[in-house]
């Protein structure tokens, strides 16, 4: 793969290229708290089909995308980026596929710009809609309880205590590495500070989904219950597929980067 800078959106963000001159492109967005390396064993195995790949680092994790201002950090501004750099990169469509918080990002991309998205693979989190109605459930309630810590002013101090500790046990690889720097993981617990205060459900507001979509979830997530992946078909008007691993943990693209490109494959075939 290729790493390079992109000038998108007024800001400059780290991606990684790789893949075919003419194949389908996937775009790979990730979540919390790891870089767009998480998709790395992925991604190989998508070269392997002729797929071509684009995996930005996102805002707050590129070091040259963090804004100091904290609704910068909004989710509509996220997703702009996605489209700002494959403006930049001179890409009219992509199946996007996305983990994590960048599962919601990929969310709105398919139901904001369904001229600009064929396919949709969503890893482990499902439509905003489907999570919303899955908070209703006291089990999503207790999986999701995690999100206030980071809320907290002192999250940073908890995470990076005993040479970040706490942070990197979270993650199965290095793909966290670059958070243990404070200003980057600030930037990074930005998308919950703007996206669950004030506001929630505008924040995550994002329309049904007219294009092809693959709900991937893992058994075994501590974080995300299978209420909010399952009811999303709810929110999808085209072909919608839903696949559980079982014995998998949260960590779908570390764990079982098979299972997800396979699935990205098989939206590419039906693309």
């Not at 243990?180 to 004030?198: K, Q």
């Not at 991937?216 to 072909?239: C, I, T």
Request: proline letters at 6%; aromatic letters at 8%.
């Amino acid at each position: 793969m290729e790493t390079t800078t992109v000038a998108a959106n007024g800001l400059e963000f780290t991606v990684r290229l790789g893949g075919g001159d003419r194949g389908p492109v996937v775009l790979l967005l990730h979540g919390f708290p790891t870089d767009g390396s998480c998709f790395d064993e992925v991604v190989s195995r998508l070269h392997e089909s002729d797929l071509r790949t684009v995996v930005p680092d996102q805002r707050g994790y590129s070091a040259g995308a963090r804004p100091d201002d904290p609704q910068a950090y909004l989710l509509e501004n996220i997703r702009a980026d996605a489209i700002a750099i494959l403006d930049a990169l001179d890409i009219g469509y992509a199946i996007v596929a996305g983990h994590d918080f960048g599962g919601l990002v990929a969310w709105q991309l398919a139901g904001f710009h369904p001229d600009r998205i064929t396919g949709l693979v969503a890893v482990s989190t499902g439509h905003p809609s489907a999570a919303a109605s899955a908070l209703a459930d006291a089990d999503q309630r207790e999986k999701s309880s995690y999100i206030k810590d980071f809320l907290k002013p002192g999250a940073e101090d908890a995470l990076l205590a005993d040479e970040a500790a706490l942070l990197r046990s979270l993650v199965p690889d290095d793909s966290v590495a670059p958070l243990t720097d404070r200003a980057a993981l600030t930037a990074a617990l930005g998308w919950y500070r703007a996206n669950f205060t004030g506001d929630i459900a505008a924040h995550l507001a994002c329309p049904p989904v007219d294009v092809p979509t693959t709900m991937l979830w893992s058994a075994d997530d501590p974080y995300l219950g299978r209420a909010q992946a399952e009811r999303s078909g709810r929110f999808v008007r085209s072909d919608f597929r839903f696949s559980v691993l079982d014995g998998v943990d949260h960590w779908i693209p570390q764990r079982a980067p098979a299972a997800v490109a396979s699935e990205i494959s098989l939206r590419s075939a039906v693309f």
